[in-house]
């Protein structure tokens, strides 16, 4: 039974670039969020995706967006990179009933040069 | 809004130590509140989770954690810990939203160093 799984694990941009990540949910698993981890911090909640609609979004700003596809698997897309988005961007998927917790991936390691 | 704190940032500690993580949270309304670890270069793994029920929860590994509701606190100990156990440690809460978990708010974790 796979777990979140997400990729690149790696990518180095350019400021101004675009960026898409991507990510596939735990088996079973309807529910996706996205987290951004800067360096020596906890990470911080960017959206929530459920029956392929934003149902949450945190303080981050129009640049990010996202996107769930029918069968769960989610993007992350950053326009016009600054120097301040590297970061780990992690992947949680969950159940959307029952208060099940939320399963991280291993993250996608974006660096800004 | 909510807030976790998460007391020390770094903790240095023997193998075959007990060893405690200090979590304080901030909430107007009832939260779930959770333990993860990450390793290095991997994302997060849930060590324990408090939903509701008895305030002493035990997870993996070991580790258990006490939810003090007067105190707003959510500390986990491990009687005894290991090498292996040397890892970033987050502390979490989340509200119910609709009948399942809303974000996760994370405090800025704990670096455990375990020393032989």
């Known amino acids: 039974d796979a777990g979140v799984t997400q990729s690149p694990t790696h990518l180095i941009k350019t400021r101004g670039q675009q960026v898409t990540l991507r990510c596939s949910p735990k088996s079973g698993h309807d529910t996706v969020s996205w987290y951004q981890q800067a360096l020596g911090q906890g990470p911080q909640f960017i959206f929530q995706?459920?029956?392929?609609?934003?149902?949450q979004r945190g303080n981050f700003p129009d640049r990010f967006s996202g996107h769930q596809y029918p069968n769960y698997s989610s993007e992350l897309n950053v326009n016009a990179l600054l120097l301040g988005d590297s970061a780990l961007y992690l992947c949680?998927?969950?159940?959307?009933?029952?208060?099940?917790?939320?399963?991280f991936g291993d993250g996608t390691r974006l660096s800004i040069l | 809004a909510q807030s976790v704190t998460q007391l020390d940032s770094q903790v240095p500690v023997f193998e075959e130590a007990p060893v405690e993580l200090r979590c304080n949270y901030s909430?107007?309304?009832?939260?779930?509140l959770f333990w993860y670890v990450q390793y290095p270069n991997q994302g997060l793994q849930l060590l324990l989770k408090y939903l509701s029920g008895s305030t002493l929860v035990k997870g993996i590994n070991g580790f258990e954690a006490e939810f003090n509701k007067s105190q707003t606190s959510f500390h986990l100990r491990k009687p005894s810990v290991h090498i292996s156990d040397t890892a970033e440690y987050f502390c979490?809460?989340?509200?119910?939203?609709?009948?399942?978990?809303?974000?996760?708010?994370f405090g800025k974790g704990t670096k455990l160093s375990v020393k032989p």
């Open positions: 909430s107007s309304v009832s939260v779930y």
């Open positions: 949680a998927s969950s159940l959307s009933r029952g208060n099940q917790p939320q399963h």
């Open positions: 979490a809460v989340s509200v119910d939203y609709g009948g399942s978990q809303g974000n996760l708010i």
């Open positions: 995706y459920y029956e392929e609609e934003e149902r």
